[in-house]
């Protein structure tokens, strides 16, 4: 890494989707850097997601929360971290509508918890994983940039805005040394059943209805989840303090034509899918301008859409036992085995 001299990294949420692989693919290029894994395990973190580096000197893992301020100041205590990326949430939209003071909690005071901690104890590098979602949504043409007016439609991405803008001014008030970065949407392995594709895969294998929200013409920028991880990496070791990262994968598709596509890959009839109502607030259109990031750090996407896709059909349907087991609830029992009594 470059302009950081990387020796511990506090990477918060790491049993989630996107942290497990960030934390999968980090020991693999940084070795012998620490990797602290703060993550509450709620319904959404999922230890299996990390199986196999349980026994890497390097990985230390921790069971609490960003938004218990004693527990986050003891840890920052015990080690000293030079970067720290927050992937900590509450991620699912949907949920948010149902109920959001999960969300405020943890995006929003978790966050700030963090900071605060930050503040107290310094660290080297703060990266604030942040989301599309946060510009709200766009017309038939044109594309979010880092200056595109926030405008969050759902309590999710308005608690995820808040965050951002508490990163920023922790940055210019108490000088936190904070990145931010939007990424689009993430697919590939270890996503949890509940968000559209690994739902869309999970129903199909086991026969069941397809559950398209609206007319289906909703449009979302997709990005395979190494992609992020790998641009995460990136922005911590070169971006510019205090500054912005918008990453998108440039693969702009309508989840109805992204359904197909999942049941042509798995020889499905198109009879699975069904129409039902219509999320409140639904964004209609995302699409990313990654272009500073391109231009000023280099990065850009490896991964082609349909190579992804294929990756992670495959993945889903060689690991059945991982989100059936989530499905079912045998995941909490596992749970408990494992890790009630520590
Ligand atoms: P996820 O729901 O799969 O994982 C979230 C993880 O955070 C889980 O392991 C959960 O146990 C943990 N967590 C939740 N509350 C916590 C708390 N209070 N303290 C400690 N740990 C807690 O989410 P994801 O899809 O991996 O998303 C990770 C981050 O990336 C989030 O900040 C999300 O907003 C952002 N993001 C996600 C996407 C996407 O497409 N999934 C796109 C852009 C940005
Ligand atoms: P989701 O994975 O929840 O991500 P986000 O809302 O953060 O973009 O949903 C992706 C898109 O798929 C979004 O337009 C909502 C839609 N969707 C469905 O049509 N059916 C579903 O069952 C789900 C979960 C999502």
């Given at each position: 890494m470059t302009g950081l001299n990387l020796k511990t990294i506090l990477v918060t949420g790491g049993a989630g989707f996107i942290g497990s692989n960030f934390i999968r693919t980090f020991l693999d290029k940084h070795k012998g850097v620490e990797v602290i894994n703060l993550d509450k395990l709620t319904y959404a973190g999922n230890l299996e997601s990390l199986h196999g580096i349980d026994g890497n000197p390097s990985y230390h893992f921790y069971r609490g929360d960003i938004a218990d301020e004693a527990f986050v100041r003891r840890l920052f205590n015990e080690w000293h971290f030079d970067a720290l990326v927050n992937f900590a949430a509450e991620s699912h939209v949907d949920r948010s509508i149902l109920g959001p003071s999960a969300f405020i909690d943890t995006n929003v005071r978790g966050t700030m918890v963090l900071l605060e901690a930050a503040r107290e104890f310094g660290v080297g590098r703060f990266l604030q994983v942040s989301?599309?979602?946060?510009?709200g949504s766009l017309g038939q043409t044109g594309k979010f940039t880092e200056s595109t007016h926030i405008s969050p439609n759902s309590p999710y991405s308005a608690s995820k805005a808040s965050a951002d803008m508490l990163a920023r001014a922790w940055w210019k008030t108490f000088g936190v040394p904070t990145l931010i970065t939007r990424c689009s949407n993430n697919y590939g392995p270890f996503q949890f059943p509940e968000k559209f594709i690994p739902l869309m895969i999970a129903n199909a294998l086991r026969n069941k209805k397809l559950p398209i929200y609206g007319d289906g013409m909703n449009v979302r920028d997709w990005i395979y989840v190494e992609d992020h991880c790998e641009a995460i990496d990136v922005v911590l070791s070169k971006g510019k303090i205090g500054e912005v990262y918008n990453i998108g994968g440039g693969n702009e598709i309508a989840n109805i034509e992204m359904a197909r596509l999942i049941l042509s890959k798995l020889g499905k009839p198109e009879s699975l899918l069904e129409f039902v109502k219509d999320r409140p607030g639904h964004d209609r259109r995302y699409a990313m301008d990654s272009s500073k990031v391109e231009i000023e750090l280099g990065w850009k996407p490896n991964q082609s859409f349909r190579g992804g896709i294929d990756l992670t059909v495959n993945w889903y349907i060689k690991n059945e036992n991982w989100w059936k087991r989530i499905i079912s609830g045998e995941y909490q029992k596992y749970y408990k085995l494992q890790y009630e009594e520590r």
């Open positions: 989301t599309d979602e946060v510009y």
